[in-house]
């Protein structure tokens, strides 16, 4: 299978809240140190002159300081510090490889799969999200006991897990990494633009809306863009 053989990929599609499939099971928390490692991260990140003017302000818009606030909430000032620089780094790698039009991720994966649609293929993996999120649950409630001070320290240790998770949840939605600036705030069954990989096809003038139940879509007029 290749890339070529994904469905023709509509404008928009809808996503659910996937904080709140989460949120059930994993605590969100917030690092009231934050902003005093932030300050400190800043002053390391400049003395190597990696960035400057509107590229500098471009990278430190997508808020790896709150990344390692919402996913370490329980730590220090020192080890929020040491988090943030660690997330300046590795997601520059990591993750902006993406924003040029990469192809290896699941919901593509899905799609060549199971030969379906983009919204198809969301719904898939949201609801695939969803499962994982009852299955830990019920696997932790399975856990035996292994005495007093060992079960203390896995608790804590299962805490800071879904601390993690639930704070990198809501990074993806406040980082303009991932919605380019796009209100999120009504975060259920949010409608998203599909952005260029490659070059587009002309824009339509007008849209189909489509509402079922659960989903508002919005959409071309153009039977070969149904997910």
Known sequence: MSVGMLKRSPYHFCLQDLTSITAPVFEFKLNPNQDLAWAKTSVWFDSHNVYYGEKKT???????????????PDADTDHVDNCV??????????????????FQNLVFHIMLERDCGLQTAVDILTGMLAQRVIDYAELKKQLPSFGPSV???????LKALEQYVQGTVVWYYMSPRYFRGQDVSNRKNLVVPV?????????????????????????????????
């Not at 471009?58 to 370490?72: E, Q, V, W, Y």
């Not at 260029?196 to 070969?224: C, I, K, L």
């Open 195 to 227: 952005f260029e990989r490659t070059a587009p096809d002309a824009e339509p003038d007008h849209f189909e809306v489509q509402e079922t139940d659960q989903h508002v879509y919005v959409r071309p007029p153009v039977p070969a863009y149904a997910s």
């Open 85 to 102: 620089a660690f997330f300046l780094w590795a997601f520059s790698d990591l993750c902006s490889f993406n924003a040029g039009g990469d």
């Open 151 to 157: 079960d203390s320290e896995l608790a804590r240790y």
């Open 58 to 72: 471009g990278f430190f818009s997508h808020r790896f300081d709150a990344f390692a606030g919402m996913g370490f």
